[in-house]
Protein backbone atom coordinates (compact mmCIF):
# COMPACT_ATOMS: atom_id res chain seq x y z
CA UNK A 1 0.00 0.00 0.00
CA UNK A 2 1.12 3.20 -0.91
CA UNK A 3 1.42 6.30 1.47
CA UNK A 4 -1.10 8.51 -0.88
CA UNK A 5 -4.02 5.94 -0.35
CA UNK A 6 -4.17 6.79 3.19
CA UNK A 7 -4.33 10.52 2.50
CA UNK A 8 -8.00 12.34 3.06
CA UNK A 9 -8.87 16.02 2.01
CA UNK A 10 -10.08 18.05 5.26
CA UNK A 11 -13.14 18.84 2.92
CA UNK A 12 -13.88 15.50 2.35
CA UNK A 13 -16.80 14.08 4.98
CA UNK A 14 -17.08 12.27 8.08
CA UNK A 15 -18.50 9.07 5.43
CA UNK A 16 -15.79 9.58 3.53
CA UNK A 17 -13.51 9.10 5.76
CA UNK A 18 -15.57 5.70 7.07
CA UNK A 19 -15.32 4.28 3.49
CA UNK A 20 -11.35 4.75 3.26
CA UNK A 21 -10.68 3.38 6.56
CA UNK A 22 -12.65 0.43 6.06
CA UNK A 23 -11.25 0.30 1.79
CA UNK A 24 -7.64 0.38 3.21
CA UNK A 25 -8.10 -1.66 6.37
CA UNK A 26 -6.22 0.79 8.34
CA UNK A 27 -6.50 2.62 11.32
CA UNK A 28 -5.53 6.06 10.51
CA UNK A 29 -5.74 8.69 7.33
CA UNK A 30 -3.56 11.67 6.64
CA UNK A 31 -4.71 14.99 6.20
CA UNK A 32 -1.46 16.23 3.83
CA UNK A 33 -1.56 18.87 1.25
CA UNK A 34 0.82 18.37 -0.72
CA UNK A 35 2.28 15.50 1.24
CA UNK A 36 2.83 17.73 4.20
CA UNK A 37 1.28 16.55 7.11
CA UNK A 38 -1.37 19.06 8.53
CA UNK A 39 -4.11 16.41 10.66
CA UNK A 40 -4.55 12.63 11.26
CA UNK A 41 -7.44 11.17 11.31
CA UNK A 42 -8.44 7.55 13.16
CA UNK A 43 -11.18 5.82 13.58
CA UNK A 44 -11.30 6.16 16.96
CA UNK A 45 -11.47 9.84 16.24
CA UNK A 46 -14.74 8.48 14.47
CA UNK A 47 -16.62 6.92 16.58
CA UNK A 48 -15.87 10.05 19.24
CA UNK A 49 -17.74 12.39 16.65
CA UNK A 50 -20.42 9.86 16.19
CA UNK A 51 -21.09 9.50 19.47
CA UNK A 52 -20.81 13.22 20.49
CA UNK A 53 -23.77 13.54 17.67
CA UNK A 54 -21.90 14.87 15.01
CA UNK A 55 -23.11 14.32 11.82
CA UNK A 56 -21.87 12.01 8.81
CA UNK A 57 -21.39 14.64 6.13
CA UNK A 58 -19.59 16.81 8.17
CA UNK A 59 -16.28 17.85 7.06
CA UNK A 60 -13.34 15.88 8.23
CA UNK A 61 -11.53 18.62 9.75
CA UNK A 62 -13.87 18.54 12.68
CA UNK A 63 -12.54 15.59 13.82
CA UNK A 64 -9.11 16.03 12.57
CA UNK A 65 -6.53 15.89 15.63
CA UNK A 66 -3.75 18.86 14.00
CA UNK A 67 -1.46 17.89 16.95
CA UNK A 68 -0.37 14.32 15.68
CA UNK A 69 1.98 12.27 17.62
CA UNK A 70 5.33 12.43 15.24
CA UNK A 71 8.57 11.54 14.28
CA UNK A 72 11.52 12.71 12.23
CA UNK A 73 12.35 9.52 9.51
CA UNK A 74 16.04 9.28 11.10
CA UNK A 75 14.35 8.58 14.34
CA UNK A 76 12.42 5.94 12.88
CA UNK A 77 13.48 3.54 15.37
CA UNK A 78 12.10 5.44 18.27
CA UNK A 79 8.61 4.81 17.00
CA UNK A 80 7.87 1.44 18.32
CA UNK A 81 8.39 2.97 21.97
CA UNK A 82 6.12 6.05 21.00
CA UNK A 83 3.66 4.02 20.22
CA UNK A 84 3.18 1.64 23.50
CA UNK A 85 3.87 5.07 25.52
CA UNK A 86 0.88 7.23 23.77
CA UNK A 87 -1.05 3.63 23.29
CA UNK A 88 -1.87 4.85 19.71
CA UNK A 89 -1.31 2.33 16.51
CA UNK A 90 0.67 4.48 14.56
CA UNK A 91 3.33 7.07 14.14
CA UNK A 92 3.99 9.36 10.72
CA UNK A 93 8.08 9.47 9.93
CA UNK A 94 8.58 13.02 8.63
CA UNK A 95 11.12 14.47 6.13
CA UNK A 96 12.59 18.12 6.93
CA UNK A 97 10.01 19.91 5.32
CA UNK A 98 7.12 17.76 7.47
CA UNK A 99 6.45 15.42 4.21
CA UNK A 100 5.01 12.09 4.96
CA UNK A 101 8.25 9.77 4.47
CA UNK A 102 6.98 6.95 6.08
CA UNK A 103 4.66 5.47 8.31
CA UNK A 104 5.36 2.79 11.29
CA UNK A 105 2.18 0.85 12.24
CA UNK A 106 2.36 -1.03 15.70
CA UNK A 107 2.77 -4.94 14.81
CA UNK A 108 3.06 -4.22 10.86
CA UNK A 109 5.15 -3.45 8.87
CA UNK A 110 6.42 0.12 6.71
CA UNK A 111 4.03 1.60 4.48
CA UNK A 112 7.10 2.15 2.46
CA UNK A 113 8.36 -1.17 1.60
CA UNK A 114 9.98 -0.08 -2.00
CA UNK A 115 12.64 3.24 0.98
CA UNK A 116 15.24 0.01 0.80
CA UNK A 117 19.52 0.63 0.11
CA UNK A 118 20.58 -3.03 -0.62
CA UNK A 119 23.77 -2.64 -0.51
CA UNK A 120 27.04 -4.48 0.52
CA UNK A 121 28.17 -3.44 3.89
CA UNK A 122 31.87 -3.23 5.20
CA UNK A 123 32.33 -2.77 8.63
CA UNK A 124 35.82 -2.03 9.84
CA UNK A 125 36.35 -4.74 13.12
CA UNK A 126 39.57 -5.07 13.81
CA UNK A 127 40.83 -2.46 15.65
CA UNK A 128 42.13 -2.87 19.50
CA UNK A 129 39.30 -0.87 21.25
CA UNK A 130 41.95 0.62 23.46
CA UNK A 131 39.24 2.76 25.03
CA UNK A 132 37.11 0.63 25.90
CA UNK A 133 40.46 -1.47 27.64
CA UNK A 134 39.55 -4.11 30.26
CA UNK A 135 36.50 -4.89 28.13
CA UNK A 136 38.56 -5.55 25.22
CA UNK A 137 41.59 -7.23 26.86
CA UNK A 138 38.52 -10.36 27.10
CA UNK A 139 36.68 -9.45 24.12
CA UNK A 140 36.94 -7.98 21.10
CA UNK A 141 35.17 -4.78 20.65
CA UNK A 142 32.76 -5.80 18.12
CA UNK A 143 31.26 -8.39 20.60
CA UNK A 144 31.52 -5.77 23.60
CA UNK A 145 27.49 -6.74 24.06
CA UNK A 146 25.14 -3.65 24.67
CA UNK A 147 21.69 -4.77 26.51
CA UNK A 148 21.25 -8.78 24.80
CA UNK A 149 23.19 -8.22 21.79
CA UNK A 150 27.12 -7.46 20.94
CA UNK A 151 27.15 -4.07 19.37
CA UNK A 152 28.28 -5.56 15.72
CA UNK A 153 24.89 -7.26 15.81
CA UNK A 154 22.87 -4.00 16.39
CA UNK A 155 24.65 -2.41 13.78
CA UNK A 156 23.85 -5.49 11.03
CA UNK A 157 19.94 -5.03 12.48
CA UNK A 158 19.97 -1.63 11.15
CA UNK A 159 21.28 -2.77 7.63
CA UNK A 160 19.01 -5.51 7.08
CA UNK A 161 15.99 -3.73 7.99
CA UNK A 162 16.15 -2.02 4.85
CA UNK A 163 17.35 -5.05 2.85
CA UNK A 164 20.91 -5.37 2.93
CA UNK A 165 22.46 -8.98 3.35
CA UNK A 166 25.72 -8.94 1.76
CA UNK A 167 28.55 -7.99 5.03
CA UNK A 168 32.37 -7.91 4.70
CA UNK A 169 34.17 -7.42 8.29
CA UNK A 170 37.87 -6.39 7.91
CA UNK A 171 39.41 -8.34 10.85
CA UNK A 172 42.29 -7.94 12.64
CA UNK A 173 42.56 -8.30 16.84
CA UNK A 174 40.98 -11.73 17.86
CA UNK A 175 39.49 -12.11 14.52
CA UNK A 176 39.03 -15.79 15.57
CA UNK A 177 36.51 -15.34 18.12
CA UNK A 178 34.63 -12.95 15.64
CA UNK A 179 34.23 -15.43 12.99
CA UNK A 180 33.66 -18.16 15.16
CA UNK A 181 30.56 -15.87 16.48
CA UNK A 182 29.40 -15.47 13.25
CA UNK A 183 30.09 -19.19 12.24
CA UNK A 184 27.83 -20.36 14.89
CA UNK A 185 24.98 -17.54 14.81
CA UNK A 186 21.62 -18.56 12.89
CA UNK A 187 21.20 -15.75 10.41
CA UNK A 188 19.69 -14.65 7.08
CA UNK A 189 22.89 -12.73 5.63
CA UNK A 190 26.19 -13.43 4.61
CA UNK A 191 29.36 -13.10 6.44
CA UNK A 192 32.79 -12.55 5.18
CA UNK A 193 36.11 -11.85 6.33
CA UNK A 194 39.29 -9.58 4.98
CA UNK A 195 42.06 -10.28 7.29
CA UNK A 196 44.41 -7.30 7.80
CA UNK A 197 47.92 -8.83 8.99
CA UNK A 198 49.07 -5.54 10.49
CA UNK A 199 47.00 -2.27 11.79
CA UNK A 200 45.96 -0.12 8.48
CA UNK A 201 43.56 1.86 9.61
CA UNK A 202 40.47 2.36 8.12
CA UNK A 203 41.39 3.66 4.87
CA UNK A 204 44.17 0.66 4.24
CA UNK A 205 41.45 -1.86 5.72
CA UNK A 206 39.41 -1.10 2.56
CA UNK A 207 42.58 -1.63 -0.09
CA UNK A 208 42.28 -5.63 1.18
CA UNK A 209 38.46 -5.11 -0.52
CA UNK A 210 39.85 -3.86 -3.89
CA UNK A 211 38.61 -5.77 -6.65
CA UNK A 212 35.72 -7.91 -4.64
CA UNK A 213 33.87 -4.78 -4.19
CA UNK A 214 32.53 -3.29 -7.67
CA UNK A 215 29.37 -1.64 -6.75
CA UNK A 216 28.22 1.26 -4.13
CA UNK A 217 28.70 0.37 -0.58
CA UNK A 218 28.14 1.43 2.83
CA UNK A 219 31.41 1.64 5.39
CA UNK A 220 30.88 1.42 8.53
CA UNK A 221 32.86 1.80 11.67
CA UNK A 222 32.08 -0.99 14.36
CA UNK A 223 31.28 1.50 17.59
CA UNK A 224 28.56 3.52 16.22
CA UNK A 225 24.58 3.05 15.73
CA UNK A 226 22.89 5.34 12.97
CA UNK A 227 19.26 5.84 13.60
CA UNK A 228 18.90 7.37 10.05
CA UNK A 229 16.80 6.87 6.65
CA UNK A 230 19.49 4.70 5.05
CA UNK A 231 17.53 4.43 1.60
CA UNK A 232 17.51 8.85 1.52
CA UNK A 233 20.96 8.58 2.27
CA UNK A 234 22.00 6.38 -1.01
CA UNK A 235 19.52 8.77 -2.44
CA UNK A 236 21.21 11.84 -1.62
CA UNK A 237 25.04 10.37 -2.50
CA UNK A 238 23.31 9.41 -5.77
CA UNK A 239 22.07 12.81 -6.31
CA UNK A 240 24.99 14.56 -5.58
CA UNK A 241 27.55 12.67 -7.95
CA UNK A 242 29.15 11.70 -4.67
CA UNK A 243 32.36 9.73 -4.01
CA UNK A 244 31.93 9.74 -0.98
CA UNK A 245 29.31 10.41 1.33
CA UNK A 246 30.01 11.00 5.47
CA UNK A 247 27.30 10.91 7.28
CA UNK A 248 27.92 13.90 9.65
CA UNK A 249 26.16 14.35 12.77
CA UNK A 250 25.15 18.06 14.77
CA UNK A 251 27.10 19.11 18.21
CA UNK A 252 26.35 21.87 20.85
CA UNK A 253 28.76 22.10 22.98
CA UNK A 254 28.67 24.98 25.85
CA UNK A 255 32.57 25.95 26.44
CA UNK A 256 32.49 26.12 30.18
CA UNK A 257 34.74 29.30 30.86
CA UNK A 258 34.49 32.58 29.63
CA UNK A 259 36.26 33.05 26.50
CA UNK A 260 38.65 36.05 25.80
CA UNK A 261 40.30 37.15 22.64
CA UNK A 262 42.95 39.19 22.66
CA UNK A 263 44.91 41.00 19.49
CA UNK A 264 48.83 40.99 18.86
CA UNK A 265 49.52 43.62 21.59
CA UNK A 266 47.52 41.51 24.38
CA UNK A 267 44.46 43.96 24.57
CA UNK A 268 41.20 42.60 24.93
CA UNK A 269 39.16 42.80 21.85
CA UNK A 270 36.31 40.15 22.97
CA UNK A 271 34.94 38.79 25.67
CA UNK A 272 32.25 35.90 25.44
CA UNK A 273 30.67 34.05 28.70
CA UNK A 274 30.46 30.56 28.40
CA UNK A 275 29.96 30.68 24.68
CA UNK A 276 27.67 27.24 22.68
CA UNK A 277 29.58 26.17 19.74
CA UNK A 278 27.33 24.50 17.01
CA UNK A 279 29.00 22.30 14.56
CA UNK A 280 29.41 18.95 12.45
CA UNK A 281 31.01 16.13 13.14
CA UNK A 282 31.81 12.92 11.31
CA UNK A 283 30.06 9.71 12.67
CA UNK A 284 31.95 6.80 11.12
CA UNK A 285 29.90 5.94 8.34
CA UNK A 286 29.47 6.60 5.01
CA UNK A 287 28.70 5.62 1.40
CA UNK A 288 31.38 4.62 -0.77
CA UNK A 289 31.84 4.48 -4.51
CA UNK A 290 33.82 1.53 -5.58
CA UNK A 291 36.65 3.41 -7.58
CA UNK A 292 37.41 5.11 -3.86
CA UNK A 293 39.54 1.84 -3.58
CA UNK A 294 41.95 2.30 -6.67
CA UNK A 295 42.85 6.02 -4.71
CA UNK A 296 44.50 3.80 -1.50
CA UNK A 297 47.92 2.50 -1.61
CA UNK A 298 48.01 -1.15 -0.69
CA UNK A 299 49.54 -2.32 2.41
CA UNK A 300 50.38 1.18 3.58
CA UNK A 301 48.13 2.01 7.11
CA UNK A 302 45.83 4.65 6.16
CA UNK A 303 43.56 6.71 7.55
CA UNK A 304 39.84 7.26 6.33
CA UNK A 305 40.64 10.82 6.63
CA UNK A 306 43.46 10.77 3.91
CA UNK A 307 41.29 8.83 1.41
CA UNK A 308 39.14 11.46 1.37
CA UNK A 309 41.65 13.64 1.11
CA UNK A 310 43.20 12.16 -2.16
CA UNK A 311 39.78 11.78 -3.26
CA UNK A 312 39.53 15.62 -3.31
CA UNK A 313 42.88 16.20 -4.70
CA UNK A 314 42.02 14.57 -7.60
CA UNK A 315 38.55 16.74 -8.37
CA UNK A 316 35.90 13.99 -6.70
CA UNK A 317 32.78 14.98 -4.73
CA UNK A 318 32.82 14.21 -0.99
CA UNK A 319 29.10 15.32 0.79
CA UNK A 320 27.69 15.67 3.92
CA UNK A 321 24.68 14.09 4.79
CA UNK A 322 23.14 15.50 7.83
CA UNK A 323 21.17 13.79 11.53
CA UNK A 324 20.68 15.33 14.49
CA UNK A 325 22.61 14.56 17.73
CA UNK A 326 20.16 11.98 18.80
CA UNK A 327 20.62 10.07 15.81
CA UNK A 328 24.06 8.93 16.68
CA UNK A 329 25.06 6.26 19.06
CA UNK A 330 28.64 6.21 19.78
CA UNK A 331 30.86 3.54 22.35
CA UNK A 332 34.14 4.58 21.45
CA UNK A 333 34.74 5.33 25.36
CA UNK A 334 33.47 3.61 28.29
CA UNK A 335 30.98 6.36 29.52
CA UNK A 336 29.54 6.95 26.07
CA UNK A 337 29.04 2.59 25.90
CA UNK A 338 27.06 2.95 29.22
CA UNK A 339 25.21 6.23 27.63
CA UNK A 340 24.42 3.73 24.50
CA UNK A 341 23.15 1.01 26.61
CA UNK A 342 20.88 3.38 28.73
CA UNK A 343 19.43 4.74 25.44
CA UNK A 344 18.80 1.43 23.74
CA UNK A 345 16.86 0.63 26.92
CA UNK A 346 15.04 3.52 26.65
CA UNK A 347 14.01 2.96 23.51
CA UNK A 348 12.93 -0.45 23.62
CA UNK A 349 10.72 0.42 26.42
Avoid at 100 to 126: H, K, N, Q, T, Y
Avoid at 156 to 182: A, E, Q
Avoid at 190 to 195: E, K, L, M, R, W
Avoid at 314 to 323: F, H, K, P, Q, S
Wanted: glycine share 8%.
Amino acid sequence: MQIEQLIIAEEATVLDAMHKLDETGHTILFVAPEGVLRAVVTDADVRRHIIRGGKLDAPVREMANYHPKTLPVERRSEARGLMRRANISAVPLLDREGRIEDVEFAGELDVAAASRAELPVVIMAGGLGTRLYPYTKILPKPLIPVGELPIIEHIIHRFTDVGCRDFTLVVNYKKNMIKSYFSELEKDYSVSYADEDKPLGTGGGLSLLRGRIRETFFLTNCDILIDADFADILDTHRKNGDDITMVCAEKHYTIPYGVVEADETDAVTAMREKPRMDFYTNTGMYVVEPRVLDDIRPDTPTPFTDVIGAVRARGGRVGVYRVSEESWLDMGQMEELENMRRRLEQRSQ
